[in-house]
C-alpha cells in the first residue's frame, strides 16, 4: 500500500478478497487473517500518519478508501449492518457489485442511504441469454432477476449486446438520481458496450 501511494495512488477499494482454488494449487490455503474493515481500518491509520514502526505525523497518507457491498444477499438490512464497520474503521464510500434491475438498485439505495457515504452502483451489460443465465447460476454475489434473463431470452451476437446495453440504460435513467456514481464493469472484453454506456452516463450528468 505505501509503495502505491509512493507511486501516485490514493484511490483505494478494500475487498477480502476469493477463496483460494485448493485443487488448482497443491498445498495452498487461504489467508483471511485481515478481514476488509480491518484493512479499511489499517489504511486509516496510515492516514494519521500510523505505522508498524510508530506514529509520523509527516508521513502521513492521504488515501481515498472504500469497501464493496454484496447486493446479491437475501437480507440486504444485514448487510447494511456489515457495512456500517467498514464506514466506523473509515470507508468513504460503497461500490457495489453488477445490479441489474431497478426494483434491486432501490432496495440497495434505501438500506444504504443511512450510512451516509457516497453509493457507486455496479452496472455490467449482459451479451447473451448464455452470459446472462451462466452469471445468475456459476457466479457467487451476482443475481440476474428472472424478467432481466427472459428479455435476454435467445439473445446473442449483437442482438444480444444491443439488449444488454438497453438495459443498462434503462436502470441507469432511472436510478441517476438515487446513486452518487456508476461502476462501469467489462462484459468479455466488450470494451465497446462500456464506451457507450460512459456516454450515456456523461449524457445524464449533463442533463441533471
Known amino acids: 500500500l505505501l509503495g502505491a501511494y509512493a507511486m501516485g495512488i490514493s484511490n483505494i477499494l478494500a475487498v477480502t478478497g476469493d477463496p483460494v482454488a485448493t485443487q488448482a494449487y497443491k498445498g495452498s490455503s487461504g489467508v483471511f487473517d485481515m478481514a476488509s474493515h480491518k484493512l479499511i481500518e489499517m489504511i486509516s491509520r496510515f492516514n494519521q500518519g500510523e505505522f508498524a514502526t510508530g506514529k509520523d505525523g509527516d508521513a502521513r497518507t492521504n488515501f481515498f478508501v472504500g469497501g464493496a457491498f454484496n447486493c446479491a444477499s437475501r437480507r440486504l438490512e444485514n448487510e447494511a449492518k456489515r457495512f456500517q464497520r467498514k464506514v466506523q474503521a473509515g470507508a468513504r464510500y460503497i461500490m457495489t457489485q453488477p ?7 432501490r432496495r440497495v439505495t434505501e438500506v444504504t442511504r443511512p450510512l451516509g457515504v457516497p453509493l457507486i452502483l455496479g452496472i455490467m451489460p449482459l451479451v447473451s441469454e448464455r452470459n446472462a443465465e451462466f452469471l445468475h447460476h456459476e457466479v457467487p454475489g451476482i443475481d440476474v432477476p428472472e424478467n432481466i434473463r427472459e428479455r435476454m431470452k435467445g439473445k446473442r451476437g449483437e442482438k444480444g449486446r444491443a439488449e ?3 438495459i443498462s440504460r434503462e436502470l441507469m435513467d432511472e ?3 438515487e446513486v452518487q ?3 462501469l464493469i467489462t462484459p468479455m472484453s466488450r470494451y465497446d458496450m462500456i464506451a457507450q454506456l460512459t456516454q450515456h452516463a456523461r449524457a445524464i450528468s449533463a442533463n441533471a
Request: charged share 10%; net charge negative; hydrophobic share 55%.
Open 99 to 105: 445490479v441489474f434491475d431497478l426494483e434491486t438498485a
Open 164 to 166: 444488454g446495453v438497453a
Open 175 to 177: 436510478i441517476a438520481s
Open 181 to 183: 456514481g456508476f461502476y
